[in-house]
């Protein structure tokens, strides 16, 4: 429901739902509310499912382990 933009930088830790789809939610609204090169950040501990919508919404994500997290960065 976040309104506004748009954004330089996206940040999201979404909660983990077996389907994802909340994750998706998060990413795809993160997509329409960035300027064009803006920078998504997602942390999570299921990083290839998460991080293949990821590339299916920016096109292209690469994954930084951190203290048993992953940050997606697209």
């Known amino acids: 429901g976040l309104e506004g933009g748009p954004f ?4 999201a830790n979404p909660p983990y ?11 795809e609204r993160a997509r329409e509310l ?3 090169r803006g920078r998504f950040y997602l942390v999570t501990k299921q990083p290839e499912p998460v991080a293949e919508i990821v590339a299916d919404v920016f096109g292209a994500v690469e994954g930084v382990p951190r203290r048993g997290y992953t940050i997606l960065v697209a």
């Open 17 to 27: 739902i077996a389907d994802h789809s909340v994750a998706r939610l998060f990413i």
């Open 8 to 11: 330089d930088v996206a940040l």
């Open 34 to 36: 960035l300027r064009p």
